[in-house]
DNA sequence: GTAGGGTTAG
């Protein structure tokens, strides 16, 4: 894009002098050459020729990313135009080397009114609209580009009100500019404003159609799209393309293949848009055909191709073209580390991000959700501080990513970080931030900041909804959950089937059996939802957990499919809460067929053998785990102190404060004793000696962090900890006894639920 | 030097 827009004004200022005659392909309205760009060219001697071709040299390196030869260049340059000034100083800006723009804007001797728009314009395309407002304020003299140039800054960065406030103030007015503030509207979803502005005005050109059309689309107002395309006084080949993909990304094939057809104009946008619609609908010989057929291919379209293979996980195919490939850029290199992170393939993933020639915020988000997506959080966060160190900017994107990272692994330091930079970027209270922050605050255990982000997002859709009812289920609020799914009622927004598996489990985290029974049932006559698998889940969870262990086994039997491993799973989970051997044997038995890998099931079921006392079961277990060649996922917590995130296993040695962390739990376990508490060894996987457990037990991994929590973190705030896996038992007793004895909130997330506990109590009420 | 369409993240 850039280099376009260089290699653009480099053609353009070859035709002024005559010595080309460049014809514009597309069909749209020749862009006026605005006053004052022509003087320099009118009285051309042959030097001034000449300096003409070391201007395109320079520009050719500058596309090339090659600033240093550049440089060079111009600086052997016997006479310099201030075109020349200008091509180096835009070069560095296309090439995100701000500092040196800068300074050699500061050094140029006759800075015209381009220089000024030159440096405007690279900053806004970097989004830096700060520095763009600085120079723009600091100017002697302002044409429309300068005032365009900032408008569609503020457009395209969601700052619609300051477009608004440029827009009304400018002193001239063109089509770009009623576009910018029609493209303000549309690009930040406001397509009603859009509409009415649309409305306010008559001669709209071709550009703005496409853009209000185009509007539409994005809401997925196909049937509004379509009365703009049919109304259009004329239409260029922007126009059918955004139709056609408009339909193929609805999957829509079959309209989007008639309006191919009839198209005019068949570039490679078009045939672009039918390979992504095919690749979409997972119809990859389709797409292929249509990728084989085209008369031209640019790396969009190659990209497009690869994409649907990696999107399949058929990752060599994707690796086969991306090898062939004639013209790799950042998106095909981007593409190939997306697909191996998201078919599991992180070691491979990793390997492409390495090689990249470049990098932009894309593959940085890429490879750090990959990590956060397979649970190696604490690489996506050092991936994460790299980034920063290499200068990548934060875009929304990114940041909404890495918010998904630190909701994973509970970092909420980072996280409100994180939302203060969003705050002040401008993107606070969108929907679409606003339903990854409100997931960050429910996962890292704040749901009091996760109730007020959710106040604030201004148009809650059925994600916010869903999120926080599911938030405050896993938070043991029950009845909060069940409150605000009224109002969601009241709101006018339709509960889907996520919002029911949020209702269910707020009645099981709850053990609000009748009421949970009474939702499940109504289901479909109230909102036209049939329950699967999930919702029988939870159902057989809620029954199980209340003792109904008969009725939560003939509900299974009774699905209209087969159970899975999750919901054979709940059953075995009610089966150890209540001690019914048989029973938990049976589902244990049906999720080893299923799931022989699972290793969680061989500790379920040990345990439950464990505890009624038949260890020698137990013990064989253990080699049955061992023979299968399936490892324990071992046990870990983590807490986060002052922005770091510290990790502990069981019986962790390698904290660096282990000595004061193992005295305090000498210490407190001799008040908790004082205060009635016996450990119950019952709950420990292993058969070893009484004391022995006990040992093992006082060292739980949640155990150390939260002791090292109580040390390091300033009394009056919550210790906060997580935990890979459910919390045992026994640490949940000694953490009611800890609450209290040192007066201190613990908030303990576990791979289920939270538990809040406080003064001797815990939110659960023991019911998890 | 300023506006609209097709690929990659969320």
Same mark, same amino acid.
């Given at each position: ?15 002024? +002098? ?12 020749? @862009? +006026? ?6 003087? #320099? ?31 060079? &260049? ?38 015209? &009114? ?22 723009? #304020?600091?100017?002697?003299? @302002? ?7 900032? =408008? ?11 477009? @608004? ?6 002193? %001239? ?5 009623? %576009? ?37 689309? /994005? ?38 293949? @008639? ?33 084989? +057929? ?22 060599? =195919? ?25 078919? $599991? ?42 980034? +920063? ?13 890495? =918010? ?29 931030? $606003?339903?990854?922050? &409100? ?5 890292? $255990? ?19 909804? %869903? ?116 029973? $938990?044997? /049976? ?17 379920? =079921?040990?345990? &439950? ?22 490892? /324990? ?136």
């Amino acid at each position: 894009m850039r280099c376009t827009r260089i290699h653009v004004s480099c053609l353009r200022s070859l035709q002024t +002098k005559g010595s080309s005659n460049l014809q514009r392909v597309n069909h749209s309205p020749p @862009r +006026k050459a605005t006053a004052g760009r022509q003087p #320099d060219a009118m009285t051309f001697s042959l030097t001034e020729s000449d300096i003409v071709k070391w201007n395109v040299a320079i520009t050719n390196h500058m596309r090339n990313g090659q600033c240093e030869s550049a440089m060079r &260049l111009f600086n052997s340059m016997p006479r310099r135009s201030s075109v020349s000034w200008n091509t180096m100083i835009s070069g560095y800006l296309s090439n995100n080397r701000f500092d040196l723009a800068h300074q050699l804007f500061v050094k140029m001797p006759n800075r015209d &009114l381009v220089s000024w728009n030159v440096m405007i314009s690279g900053y806004v395309r970097n989004g830096k609209l700060r520095d763009a407002r600085l120079l723009f #304020d600091k100017m002697p003299d @302002r044409d429309t580009v300068s005032w365009n140039a900032m =408008l569609s800054g503020y457009a395209q960065n969601g700052y619609v009100d300051e477009a @608004r406030r440029i827009f009304d103030k400018m002193p %001239n007015k063109n089509s770009i500019s009623w %576009n910018g503030l029609l493209a303000a509207y549309v690009h930040n979803g406001r397509i009603e404003d859009a509409q009415r502005l649309f409305e306010s005005k008559a001669d709209w050109d071709v550009v703005s159609w496409n853009c209000l059309m185009g509007g539409y689309l /994005k809401k997925r107002r196909l049937v509004d799209a379509r009365r703009v395309f049919d109304q259009m006084p004329l239409r260029d080949e922007v126009s059918w393309n955004t139709m056609i993909s408009g339909y193929a990304q609805i999957s829509e094939l079959s309209e989007a293949k @008639r309006l191919f057809v009839e198209s005019p104009v068949k570039d490679v946008y078009a045939w672009t848009s039918m390979v992504s619609g095919y690749v979409q609908k997972g119809m990859l010989e389709e797409a292929r055909k249509y990728f084989d +057929k085209m008369p031209e291919k640019n790396s969009v379209s190659w990209n497009a191709m690869i994409a649907g293979y990696s999107q399949c996980k058929r990752m060599d =195919l994707a690796r086969e073209l991306f090898e062939v490939m004639p013209c790799r850029n950042v998106s095909s290199w981007n593409t190939m580390v997306t697909g191996y992170a998201e078919s $599991g393939d992180i070691a491979h993933a990793r390997e492409f991000f390495n090689m990249m020639p470049q990098r932009d915020c894309i593959s940085w988000a890429a490879i750090i959700a990959g990590y956060a997506h397979i649970g190696h959080s604490e690489e996506a966060l050092r991936l994460f501080l790299d980034m +920063k160190r290499d200068g990548e900017r934060l875009n929304m994107s990114t940041l909404t990513c890495i =918010l998904s990272t630190c909701a994973n692994i509970a970092a909420l330091e980072l996280g409100k970080q994180m939302h203060g930079r969003l705050v002040k970027a401008g993107f606070g209270s969108g929907c679409y931030v $606003g339903n990854a922050l &409100l997931a960050m605050y429910c996962k890292c $255990g704040d749901i009091e900041e996760a109730h007020d982000v959710f106040k604030g997002i201004s148009e809650k859709d059925v994600v916010s909804w %869903n999120t926080i009812i599911a938030g405050f289920a896993r938070h043991g609020f029950g009845k909060e959950a069940l409150n605000l799914f009224e109002s969601m009622k009241r709101a006018g927004i339709k509960p889907d089937d996520v919002t029911m598996v949020g209702v269910l489990s707020a009645c099981s985290h709850t053990g609000l059996v009748e009421r949970g029974t009474e939702y499940f049932y109504s289901m479909g006559d109230d909102y036209g939802l049939t329950a699967n698998s999930k919702h029988y889940t939870c159902m057989i969870d809620l029954l199980g957990r209340a003792g109904r262990l008969y009725d939560a086994h003939s509900l299974m039997k009774n699905m209209p499919f087969e159970p899975d491993a999750a919901t054979w799973g709940a059953l075995l989970g009610a089966s150890r809460i209540h001690g019914d051997t048989e029973l $938990g044997e /049976k589902a244990a038995e049906m999720i080893f067929k299923m799931e022989p890998d699972n290793a969680g099931m061989y500790v379920l =079921l040990s345990n &439950l053998y464990a505890g009624s006392g038949r260890w020698g079961d137990a013990g064989k277990m253990r080699l049955k785990m061992r023979d299968s060649g399936v490892r /324990k996922v071992p046990g870990y917590s983590w807490i986060e102190v002052q922005n770091k995130i510290h990790m502990f296993s069981v019986g962790d040695s390698t904290h660096p404060e282990c000595g004061r962390i193992y005295a305090y739990l000498e210490d407190l376990d001799f008040l908790m004793k004082k205060e009635g508490y016996v450990s119950s060894t019952k709950l420990v996987l292993h058969d070893v000696e009484e004391e022995e457990k006990e040992h093992m037990l006082k060292y739980h991994s949640e155990k150390l962090a939260i002791a090292f929590g109580i040390l390091t973190i300033p009394s009056g705030r919550p210790i906060r900890v997580i935990k890979n896996l459910r919390v045992c038992a026994d640490c949940h007793t000694a953490f009611k006894y800890i609450s209290k004895i040192v007066g201190r909130v613990i908030i303990l997330r576990d791979c289920h639920r939270f538990h809040h506990f406080k003064d001797g109590f815990c939110s659960c009420g023991d019911y998890w």
